[in-house]
């Protein structure tokens, strides 16, 4: 029998086992085999976690000049580039995300902290034209103090990269608390943040299951802010568990993201982007675009195209640089896909391709490519995210009926439209109620754009130049530039 990989927790600069000694099994969903064993954090190891954070914040790093701090995010940044082998092997082995993607996607995140670096040293304060004479008041931005970033398994270095990069920049400290799914990644990445020399106790990395490591840091008294990527069911109980430390709550939250083809849509462009939309990460992607809407003049040429295109996507070993699909990261989730398009076959759906667990499925969880019609986009597999593979698609006829049908979701991640109309491109982009429109392409991220949904996508965006302000408060200083001494205050006038 392999040995399996040993992971410990990045506490205050020391590789610490759970106070309790527990831990679980990590498995490759490539091959449904644990390959590696981590700590199981409970309410004291997050309660360690957060002093040791609390503890740096009222140490020397948020006095450190703005720009010191972003030469150590600078080094992070380096040491991912050098690691990033490394980083999308782990990643890979974790997730089953395809190794060119982690290898990829561990290369470019570094950009994200050079954004944030050269950030650092940029976020200025105000005076404030005030109605009292002798008195200059200004405001500056002050860090908010520990900071919870709770991610989900899918894209953890980025996902963690929005939230600590700026946090980071301004002053603050961070407890990390990684996905239970797929951890190993992340104890790598904190290997790197050891070896930029960062005082101890500024980044905390810590992993365990939602209830009890994410309640008690989720409630914790000393925690200031909490960052969270996931799904709305676990939104909602962290909101509950704010209400116990009062502390601010960003959201950045799931999708059932729609996409419209019209007739005079350049075909080639929007088959290669709805393909890269919901099959690329074999569709684990909170932006997947899995309600696909194709205008009726081209709804069964363009249909055809697609079935076509999805039946040459290579499913294989996620290592393998052939491979187009790997497995899905977990069994829930494979069932959750099944149980769904079930449900939506017997509700009238019609799979055009795919629908069944791929034989790979023996061994690991695959899924393949899979293109459901549907009459209507309440079905299902329309309605629900799916977090995989899954496309419904729906005709439609007229401008004002897309619109209206892609805003009938309770989610509004992102969108895209593909036409080569640009005003009618632009007019339905600015009607699309999401917090991202891609137009004529689709699933880019960029240090520089934000990146964010609404509706019950949550809220606060990630990314981008304002979001370091999310990381800040503003402080107002009253400063009396008179010599005259302060009146008493109980004289009149
Ligand atoms: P999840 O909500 O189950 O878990 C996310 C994280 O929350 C995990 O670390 C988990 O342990 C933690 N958690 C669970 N219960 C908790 C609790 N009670 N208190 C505190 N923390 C708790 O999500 P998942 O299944 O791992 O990931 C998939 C979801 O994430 C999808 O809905 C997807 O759309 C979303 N997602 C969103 C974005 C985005 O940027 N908008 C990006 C990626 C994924």
């Avoid at 981590?38 to 609390?54: C, G, M, Y």
């Avoid at 309640?215 to 990527?229: G, P, Q, Y």
């Avoid at 061994?363 to 496309?391: K, S």
Wanted: charged content about 25%.
């Amino acid at each position: 029998m392999t040995k399996l990989k040993q992971y410990k927790m990045f506490i205050d600069g020391e590789w610490v086992k759970s106070e309790s000694k527990k831990t679980f099994e990590t498995l490759n969903p490539e091959n449904n085999k644990p390959w590696a064993v981590v700590p199981e954090a409970s309410a004291s190891d997050v309660d360690r976690a957060v002093k040791a954070a609390q503890k740096a914040f009222e140490g020397e790093w948020p006095k450190l000049l703005p720009r010191e701090r972003g030469k150590y995010l600078r080094a992070i940044g380096n040491k991912l580039r050098e690691n990033a082998k490394l980083l999308g092997e782990i990643e890979t082995i974790d997730t089953g995300k395809l190794f060119r993607e982690t290898n990829k996607q561990a290369n470019y995140i570094a950009e994200y902290y050079d954004y944030y670096a050269g950030l650092a040293d940029k976020v200025e304060g105000t005076v404030l034209p005030i109605d009292k004479p002798n008195i200059q008041a200004m405001t500056t931005r002050i860090p908010i103090g520990v900071i919870a970033a709770i991610v989900p398994w899918n894209s953890q270095m980025f996902l963690t990269a929005t939230k600590l990069a700026p946090a980071l920049a301004m002053g603050n400290t961070v407890v990390i608390k990684c996905s239970e799914l797929a951890p190993a990644v992340m104890f790598e990445f904190a290997k790197l943040i050891e070896e930029t020399g960062i005082p101890k106790g500024v980044v905390n990395v810590i992993t365990g299951f939602g209830d009890p490591c994410g309640k008690a840091l989720t409630s914790h008294n000393l925690v200031e802010k909490i960052a969270f990527t996931g799904g709305p069911e676990t939104a909602r109980h962290i909101i509950k568990n704010s209400s116990e430390n009062l502390s601010e709550v960003s959201l950045e939250l799931g999708g059932k993201s729609p996409v419209a083809v019209f007739d005079d849509a350049n075909q080639e462009s929007a088959i290669n982007g709805i393909t890269a939309g919901i099959f690329g990460a074999t569709g684990q992607s909170c932006i997947a675009g899995s309600r696909l809407y194709i205008q009726q003049g081209i709804y069964n040429e363009f249909l055809d195209k697609l079935v076509k295109r999805a039946e040459k996507i290579k499913i294989g070993a996620p290592m393998d640089p052939e491979t187009e699909m790997g497995p899905l990261s977990n069994f829930k989730q494979l069932e959750i896909i099944e149980k769904n398009i079930k449900l939506t076959v017997e509700q009238g759906g019609k799979i055009k391709f795919g629908g069944k667990r791929h034989p790979f499925s023996n061994e690991g969880y695959y899924f393949p490519p899979t293109i459901i019609e549907c009459d209507n986009h309440n079905l299902p597999v329309a309605e629900n995210e799916l977090f995989g593979p899954v496309l419904s698609v729906m005709k439609f006829e007229s401008e004002e009926e897309v619109i209206k049908k892609m805003n009938d979701n309770q989610y509004g991640l992102s969108s895209g439209v593909f036409s080569s109309d640009f005003s009618r491109a632009l007019r339905v982009s600015n009607a699309i109620r999401a917090g991202i429109t891609f137009v004529n392409t689709y699933r880019l991220i960029s240090p520089s754009a934000p990146f964010g949904g609404i509706k019950d996508s949550g809220y606060g965006k990630e990314a981008g130049i304002d979001s370091i302000k999310d990381y800040t408060r503003v402080k107002t200083t009253w400063l009396n530039t008179s010599d005259e001494p302060m009146k008493d205050p109980f004289t009149i006038g």
